[in-house]
């Protein structure tokens, strides 16, 4: 198959994103439904038939690039002519994320939203260079990494500007410094998850930064939106990751942290992780890595109920037993699982609740922290189930995401959102969360899993599958905006890993409160006056 807005595309100036424009990743890993999954969708939400297909993207049509010939004309100055379009080909597949709303929105026949040129700079003297043009054309900018983000932070809002283009950084993709001693690695902030491990790999480390995006999403993504990876109980989240960060904002270049750990002041790292390209573009960030593991256990574990699991996950985590992966599936996504064993390689029939747990290190380690994760585990009312179905996980892992788009095409909608509370806040949570959805899609299937644990709480990813029906875009927005509310009221943070965008921007004021809103604005007039970065995204206007 070859995709009209692949690399080679008619039309496309400059090299494209590797994922398809209208659909999650690769398009030859693409996925038929299988009969299993078709059965049931028909027994659980009646939903037999094919969606009307969405167009090509020839077919497409976008409202025409707002762009000056004298603004472009800049920015080709800057990065050279290249590397800069306004072409509608290159135009497309920088036209939002990946979240089943942007899919929708792709497949939409009428006009469609777009960045107004797409400029691809090389180094961080381009960046500033391109910055500065930008705020004198009143041109917004949107920082583009791999194009994964789920919460609209891709957006081609112009704000109060006469144009808006997306920076895309695909050029820094370069692996800077590589400490041994340290065990820290600089790596360009374009570079994606594979190419960055390959790199790390050929001198034997790791970053081991595992996100089910990590085909596709970046260095500077991952750090932009405070990620967090299913190998997070064993290496952290990416920002736990973070020892450097360069960033370029148009008030100038900061390189922040110094040394392992600094008392000088507050940490000011901290106010780019998770800034979604509104303070600044992070062009290159300092990592902590470790040697590539030596081996590697797996053992898969059923329990009861999610309650007990839950309990389960509890113990291991705050006695620090050290899975480097531990996962707990509800009993809805425990037998959707099931259904999808073939489909994915996903786990193997399990009754109860599924837990995944997995170990990595050198092996006496490894043996060590399994004997002793297994000990908890057991005595916490679980069973197990041997190696194979946490080997069908990792081998699965990341292909999940194709079925979104086999869903669509089949006339289903599926989407995700998370949270994270305390340990005594979750199970109140999960009933909110659960009766905010069911409430607004009635019938829809919501499947629950935690992925990430802390001594003092986890995450919630919920997984909802509901008919497309009518207008779909409304429908999701209304399941949203009632699971942000109960989110809020019981208790939970607006968003773990998926960041804050456009579209849980609503939330933030009951996330930081007023003051803390005052605060974000206040730093982003000092390093970004014109207002230029990311309008419409994560700081309430
Ligand atoms: C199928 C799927 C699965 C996912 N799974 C996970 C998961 O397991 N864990 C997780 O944490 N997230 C997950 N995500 C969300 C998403 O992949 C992450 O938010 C990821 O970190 C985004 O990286 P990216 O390079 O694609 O950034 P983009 O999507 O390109 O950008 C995200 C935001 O960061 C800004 N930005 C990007 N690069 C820079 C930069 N260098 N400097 C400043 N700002 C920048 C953008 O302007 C935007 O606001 C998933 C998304 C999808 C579609």
């Known amino acids: 198959m070859a995709p009209e807005t692949q690399a080679g595309a008619a039309g496309a100036a400059l090299p494209l994103p590797p994922m398809k424009w209208d659909a999650w990743g690769d398009p030859a890993l693409a996925k038929e439904l299988s ?43 800057v990065v050279g002519e290249a590397h800069v379009s306004a072409a ?131 260095i500077g993504g991952f750090a932009a939106t405070r990620s967090s990876g299913q190998d997070s109980a064993g290496y952290g989240r990416f920002d736990e990751m973070v020892r450097g960060l360069r960033v370029v904002t148009p008030a100038g270049t900061l390189e922040l942290g110094r040394g392992p750990a600094s008392a000088a002041g507050p940490d000011l790292r901290q106010l780019f992780l998770g800034s979604e390209g509104t303070l600044g573009v992070i062009t290159a960030v300092r990592l902590r890595i470790h040697p590539l593991p030596a081996v590697k256990a797996y053992e898969a574990w059923s329990f009861p109920d999610f309650a007990t699991g839950t309990a389960a996950l509890r113990a291991v985590e705050q006695q620090g037993t050290g899975p480097t992966v531990i996962r707990l599936s509800d009993e809805a996504e425990t037998m959707v699982n099931l259904a999808m064993t073939e489909q994915i390689g996903g786990s193997p029939a399990v009754s109860g609740c599924l837990a995944v747990t997995v170990f990595e290190g050198d092996a006496e380690q490894v043996a060590a922290r399994h004997d002793l994760t297994r000990e908890a585990l057991l005595a916490a009312g679980g069973t197990s189930l041997g190696e194979a179905p946490a080997r069908a996980w990792e081998h699965g892992r990341f292909n999940a995401p194709y079925l979104r788009d086999s869903l669509l095409n089949a006339g289903a909608l599926c989407e995700t959102l998370e949270t994270a509370a305390g340990w005594s806040d979750l199970p109140r949570l999960r009933t909110a969360v659960t009766e905010a959805l069911t409430g607004a899609l009635p019938g829809a299937l919501v499947l629950c899993h935690i992925s990430h644990v802390y001594p003092t709480g986890a995450s919630l990813y919920f997984t909802v599958v509901a008919a497309l029906g009518e207008d779909p875009l409304t429908r999701w927005g209304a399941a949203k905006r009632a699971a942000g509310d109960a989110i809020i009221g019981a208790g939970g943070t607006i968003t773990h890993h998926h960041a804050v965008g456009a579209d849980h921007r609503p939330w933030m004021t009951d996330e930081i409160g007023d003051l803390g809103v005052r605060i974000l604005r206040a730093v982003k007039a000092e390093l970004d006056p014109a207002g230029i970065l990311n309008p419409g995204k994560l700081i309430p206007s």
Do not use: M
């Open 35 to 77: 009969a299993d999954i078709k059965g049931l969708l028909a027994a659980a939400l009646g939903v037999t038939g094919d969606a009307a297909p969405g167009p090509s993207a020839a077919e497409v049509v976008l409202r025409p690039s707002r762009i000056t010939a004298d603004a472009l004309g800049a920015l080709a100055a």
């Open 88 to 218: 509608d080909a290159d135009r497309l597949p920088r036209a939002g994320g990946k979240s089943t709303p942007d899919l929708l929105r792709r497949r939409s026949r009428e006009p469609q939203d777009a960045p107004d040129a797409v400029v691809v700079p090389g180094d961080e003297a381009q960046i500033a260079a391109v910055l500065a043009v930008c705020a004198e054309h009143r041109i917004a900018v949107v920082p583009f990494g791999g194009g994964t983000s789920v919460v609209g932070g891709l957006d081609p809002e112009r704000g109060s500007f006469e144009a808006v283009v997306s920076l895309d950084l695909r050029r820094l993709d370069r692996l800077h410094a590589l400490d041994e001693t340290s065990g820290e690695a600089v790596l360009g902030a374009g570079l994606t998850g594979p190419a960055a491990e390959a790199l790390l790999a050929e001198r034997g480390w790791e970053l081991g930064h595992y996100p089910q995006s990590f085909r596709f999403a970046t």
